[in-house]
């Protein structure tokens, strides 16, 4: 068996999407597990709708997700750059094989004409086919048009080649994820593979690129199918060996329809900016549609490869269940040192001044913080009342429904008084509060859990957050006190 060289193909007309690189982790698990080859080809052959931007985002993503291409551009060595735009100068070589050889023609018809097949198409209530008007035109024909300044575009002759290559109109071929699946060529017309500015269409440039580079394989999304028909004919008709293909069912949001911005984030780089991290974006991203053999789900890209079979990738469509990605990336989290946390947060930590805890009060804050994290951009909301020194924002329902109240007051009160006495350290803080707590309960009946709520509340500005006794000693005596005493009436 060849040597497997497979190839992801984005088309830079935006930020690198996550079903994107869904494909685009399959190719590299399907290249690492028989040792074979990784391509990245940027299709850029729609100028309008490309931007370096898009590129630059496409390389940063699937860099950022380790899908490191052996092949493509801004890599070392004596490939590349594969981008389409830079091989124009290949593509007529081709159209010409395939007009000698009479699997193409040129075809002369306007917009306008095609439109006018169109709309009778539609009165006579049948699918529009090309009705092949310009396959038989005479070079005196072609003249006469050319005199008019008419500039033709190349198609692709359908009929022929499937009559070449092929016993009957079906085309049949053995799907890697779906099985056999097979239509019938006379309900897909002449098709242009080169328009008349001389630019190749995508179902063209695409076979040619696919044999000059070797691809022995295609997986990408089910919304190519019908193409893979026309690319298999192109293929066969210029004695190009074809590649195995495989189509991978769509990735649908919660409520089953294309996932879309409205949903959340769908670019790569939209999940890293909210705080997933890459390892767990890609290890979710590998579970739709295909799962371990082990039934554990947290794994490793190098894991999944040495796991990865093709043939067991579903034909269904997949839901992009955020929760889940959210509740995968918690775990994630919890995993990374204390130390790389600290760094890795900071980003999110931009709107408060860091200057005012020292490193230690810095790094025992990421601790007390971190377990309930799903998201790095969660810490933001989390950490606001370790800042501001001896003042507090707090909010307006906590104010009113727990401070002010007459419980509360009496804990601060007490609270206040007593603790400008207390050792403030960790362990002591603990030992002094659970028998504050204590005291309250047996003198007054108070639950303890609302003896803390006051403390908490006039501290923090909260009812709920980190661990009280460590965060009492993050602030510092002098801090939560003056915020205790500005909670009394």
Same mark, same amino acid.
């Given at each position: 068996?060849?040597e497997?060289? #497979? ?7 935006? %930020?690198?999407?996550?079903?994107? =690189?869904?494909?685009?982790?399959f190719?590299? +698990? ?13 299709e ?15 390389f940063?993503?699937?860099?950022a ?9 801004? #890599?070392?060595?004596?490939?590349g750059p594969?981008?389409?735009? /830079?091989?124009?100068?290949? *593509?007529?070589?081709y ?17 306008? &004409?095609?439109?006018?097949?169109? /709309?009778? =198409? ?11 008007k ?10 006469? +048009? ?8 190349i ?10 290559f092929? /016993? ?8 890697l994820?779906k ?13 242009v593979?080169?328009?008349?500015n001389?630019?190749?269409? *995508?179902? *063209?440039? #695409?076979?040619?690129d ?6 022995? @394989?295609?997986?990408?999304? &089910?919304? @190519? ?28 949001a919660?409520?089953?329809s ?8 769908t ?11 890459t390892?767990?974006?890609?290890n979710?991203v ?14 490793? #890209?190098?894991?999944i490869?040495?796991?990865?079979r $093709? ?11 955020y ?5 995968? %990336?918690s775990?994630?989290i919890?995993?990374i040192?204390? &130390?790389?946390?600290?760094e ?7 709107k ?6 020292t490193?230690?009060? *810095?790094t ?6 971190r377990?309930?994290?799903?998201? +790095? ?12 020194g001896?003042?507090?924002? $707090? ?8 401070i ?7 804990? +601060?009160?007490?609270?206040?008084e ?8 960790e362990? %002591?803080l603990?030992?002094k ?10 003198q ?29 000693v ?16």
């Open positions: 068996m060849s497997v060289r #497979v190839r992801i193909a984005p088309s830079p007309s935006g %930020n690198l999407h996550v079903g994107t =690189a869904r494909t685009a982790l190719n590299y +698990l399907f290249a690492k597990k028989n040792n074979g080859k990784f391509v990245l080809r940027i850029d052959t729609d100028a309008e709708r490309t931007s370096q931007e898009y590129v630059d985002n496409i940063d993503s699937l860099k997700l380790g899908l490191n291409w052996d092949e493509g551009p801004d #890599v070392g060595g004596n490939y594969y981008t389409q735009s /830079e091989r124009f100068d290949i *593509y007529p070589k159209i010409q094989e395939l007009l000698d050889k009479g699997f193409a023609y040129e075809c002369f018809c306007t917009p306008e &004409e095609l439109e006018a097949e169109k /709309e009778e =198409a539609t009165r006579n209530k049948k699918p529009y086919v090309y009705t092949r310009c396959e038989n035109l005479t070079e005196e024909e072609k003249a006469k +048009l050319r005199a008019e300044g008419r500039k033709p575009a198609r692709f002759n359908i009929a022929k080649a499937q009559k070449a092929h /016993e009957s109109s079906i085309l049949e071929f053995d799907d994820v099985g056999k699946l097979h239509m019938d060529t006379d309900l897909i017309g002449d098709f593979i080169m328009k008349s001389g630019a190749p269409t *995508y179902n *063209y440039a #695409v076979v040619i696919d044999a000059l580079m070797h691809i022995t @394989h295609v997986i990408r999304g &089910e919304d @190519h199918i019908s193409n893979t028909y026309k690319q298999i004919l192109i293929f066969e008709a210029l004695g190009f060996e074809v590649p195995r293909f495989g189509h991978l069912g769509m990735i649908l919660p409520d089953r294309k996932l879309s911005k409205r949903h959340g984030a670019a790569v780089s939209d999940f890293v900016e909210q705080g997933y991290l390892d767990a974006l890609l979710f590998a579970l739709l549609g295909w799962a371990p053999s082990d039934g554990e789900e947290i794994k490793t #890209v190098d894991e490869a040495a796991d990865f $093709i043939g067991e990738i579903s034909s269904s469509n997949s839901i992009f269940e929760d889940k990605l959210k509740w995968m %990336n775990q994630y919890k995993k040192p204390t &130390e790389e946390l600290k890795m947060l900071k980003k999110y930590l931009t408060y001044d860091l200057t005012e805890l490193d230690a009060q *810095y025992r804050m990421i601790e007390i913080t377990e309930p994290l799903t998201l +790095l951009s969660d810490i933001t909301d989390a950490v606001p009342y370790f800042f501001g001896k003042n507090v924002e $707090i909010d307006p329902e906590v104010q009113t429904n727990t002010e109240t007459e419980l509360s007051q009496d804990v +601060l009160k007490t609270f206040v007593q603790a400008e006495t207390w050792e403030w350290t362990e %002591n603990h030992e509060l659970e028998a504050f707590r204590g005291y309250f309960k047996e007054k009946g108070y639950k303890p859990k609302f003896t803390m709520w006051a403390i908490r509340a006039a501290v923090t500005g909260r009812t709920c957050g980190a661990d009280m006794v460590a965060t009492l993050i602030l510092g005596k002098e801090n939560s006190l003056a915020r205790a005493k500005k909670a009394l009436k």
